[in-house]
């Protein structure tokens, strides 16, 4: 992806968000500029991967695959002092653009339509050898009630309304057609997505990037490391 079309997603992203009331933390604001001069105070942001997150999945097709995410709050084992079990996260899903089917072996999560669109979900069991099951009855909660359906069923969740993914459940999602984009909520167990993505066929999960413009703002993955205190 080109850097000038990140730079151009988050200025949507963060009217989008704006546009629905969900204000962001401070830090989503920092400027390269001023992440040179922060120092470990901020390493949880760094450690935990909070912050801008931005995908094609290696398409180089954004808006039919891809999707943006900020991590609001997460948890890291190998993080000292760490206590956080849980994860937060918000992102945008355009019209038609697909997250492809995946599963995560550790985390299980909630994903809530927050409001705008509609978000439709395809649901399979994963087989022993994590390929789709394409025989066996799906089963999840959404909203607290339990629900059953076919292999392969497609599950709309209208604004206000949440699903309870389990781990080792393959699942794909997009924005219903001429519904609009759709802000959707992610909370979790602890997030790990160099390490708790089984995506059903390879793909990338963080894009490469060509420098055509300096960034707005820095990627989760991008951050420098806090500068040696002066002696």
């Given at each position: ?212 413009e300096p960034?707005?703002?820095l990627l ?12």
């Open positions: 992806m080109k850097r000038s079309e990140i730079n151009q997603i988050i200025r949507e992203t963060k009217a989008f968000f704006a546009e629905r009331r969900f204000p962001l933390p401070p830090f989503a604001h920092w400027t390269p500029a001023q992440w040179q001069s922060v120092g470990p105070e901020a390493d949880e942001i760094r450690q935990c991967m909070l912050g801008w997150d931005l995908t094609d999945f290696g398409s180089g097709q954004f808006d039919r695959c891809g999707l943006t995410l900020f991590t609001l709050r997460n948890g890291n084992p190998f993080r000292q002092g760490n206590a956080k079990t849980y994860a937060e996260k918000i992102m945008v899903v355009r019209e038609g653009q697909e997250t492809p089917m995946h599963f995560h072996w550790s985390k299980a999560e909630d994903i809530i339509n927050r409001g705008g669109g509609n978000l439709m979900i395809e649901l399979f069991n994963a087989t022993d050898d994590e390929r789709l099951d394409t025989e066996s009855p799906v089963t999840f909660s959404t909203d607290g009630v339990d629900r059953t359906v076919e292999p392969g069923a497609v599950v709309r969740l209208t604004p206000g309304e949440s699903i309870t993914l389990t781990q080792r459940l393959y699942h794909r999602f997009w924005g219903e057609e001429g519904q609009g984009q759709v802000l959707v909520g992610e909370v979790s167990s602890v997030n790990d997505d160099a390490a708790d993505n089984r995506f059903l066929e390879p793909l990338g999960r963080f894009p490469a990037i060509e420098e055509d960034p707005l703002h989760c993955s991008e951050y420098p490391q806090a500068p040696e205190p002066q002696r």
